[in-house]
Nanobody
Framework: VQLVESGGGLVRAGDSLRLSCAASGTGPKPDVARWYRQAPGKQRELVAGITTGAGNTNYTNSVRGRFIISRDSNTVYLQMNSLKPEDTAVYYC???????????WGQGTQVTVSP
């Protein structure tokens, strides 16, 4: 399974962006999909997750109420509203098959939020 992110860019504080993570290829079907981010000089952190079946979601506290994770058959989305400069980071999509303990990662997409 290959993951390709898109939708990043340079925006101003208060703006919105929607990231997409498109899956293709063959392999064990993921059970969960997550968005992570990594800012310069910081560790990668989990932003949001969703189960591919029931669509149950979870968010880190700093984005809850502003970001929304969703999915359709082959794509996971991250709708980011009310963006803040501290949201600036490279955003990565990850999908995981819990049964087979296999993770798939995208290449990352840069999100930059100016004050």
């Amino acid at each position: 399974v290959q993951l390709v992110e898109s939708g990043g860019g340079l925006v101003r504080a208060g703006d919105s962006l929607r990231l997409s993570c498109a899956a293709s290829g063959t392999g064990p079907k993921p059970d969960v999909a997550r968005w992570y981010r990594q800012a310069p000089g910081k560790q990668r952190e989990l932003v949001a997750g969703i189960t591919t079946g029931a669509g149950n979601t979870n968010y880190t506290n700093s984005v809850r109420g502003r970001f929304i994770i969703s999915r359709d058959s082959n794509t996971v989305y991250l709708q980011m509203n009310s963006l803040k400069p501290e949201d600036t980071a490279v955003y990565y999509c990850m999908a995981k098959s819990l049964t087979h303990q296999i993770e798939y990662w995208g290449q990352g997409t840069q999100v930059t939020v100016s004050p």
